[in-house]
């Protein structure tokens, strides 16, 4: 696995616990006898992870049809000598969202020099969420907050419909989840204001963008960042 699918990887897996109107985080079982159950917000790539496996072995090793084929509750087979408490350290709140060759933790101002990712109504703010919700239509257009590299493209994971992740410099990400349509692709160098995906209702009741800035692997609050409007 590149170091760009690493860094995909580690970012979707805890991304799947942003929205307080998604699935609730929950802990995944330990691991027994190399079985782990598969607990709400995993991914394989998390699992494989944790297990110091690839996920090609995971899905030969559980004859799965691809990397999405996963459900909670479902067991899954894994390499034996990777314990339960390893397994609860690599869960733990904080752990790292991007995975360098050498860690580095920013503690620096937050840059005011993003734009917002859509327009419409702000209907959720941080604090009632990880990040904010933002009401519009089916096929608004969704912006790349600041310039950067996207390192997530994917859907299939109950309650955040399709998903695009983009890593920027100073150890930040940000998220734009419930999209129609995603228009960039993994690896992609993309601008900022860049149109990256058009806004939808993809595991959502409702048309919105749910929107989460993280740094050092932590949601941390979108006002702080974009401008006043």
């Not at 159950?37 to 030969?60: C, E, H, N, W």
């Not at 000598?81 to 690599?90: H, L, N």
């Not at 209907?123 to 089916?138: D, H, L, N, P, R």
Request: charged letters at 20%.
């Amino acid at each position: 696995m590149t170091t760009l699918r690493l860094i995909a990887a580690l970012a979707f897996a805890l991304i799947l616990d942003a929205c307080s109107t998604s699935p609730n985080t929950a802990s995944g079982a330990a691991a027994q006898a190399g079985v782990y159950t598969v607990a709400q917000g995993d991914t394989l790539y998390g699992i494989a992870r944790r297990f110091k496996q690839s996920v090609p072995a995971l899905v030969s090793m559980n004859h799965l049809k691809d990397k999405d084929d996963i459900r909670v509750g479902q067991q899954l087979r894994v390499n034996s000598r990777s314990g339960s408490a390893d397994v609860a350290a690599k869960r733990a709140p904080g752990a790292a969202a991007v995975e360098t060759e050498a860690e580095v933790v920013d503690t620096g101002p937050a840059p005011r020099d993003w734009v917002w990712p859509t327009d419409g109504k702000q209907t959720a703010g941080f604090g009632a969420t990880k990040g904010v919700e933002i009401s519009g239509s089916s096929g608004q257009e969704v912006r790349a907050a600041n310039e950067g590299t996207i390192s997530f493209v994917g859907g299939g994971i109950r309650g955040y419909g399709n998903l695009v992740i983009i890593k920027h410099s100073g150890n930040l990400l940000s998220v734009y989840a419930h999209n129609k349509t995603v228009l960039v692709k993994e690896g992609q160098a993309v601008a900022k204001g860049q149109k990256i995906a058009e806004m939808g209702d993809s595991d959502s009741d409702t048309v919105k963008l749910y929107f989460e800035i993280r740094r050092n692997g932590k949601p941390v609050d979108p006002s702080s960042y974009l401008p006043p409007r």
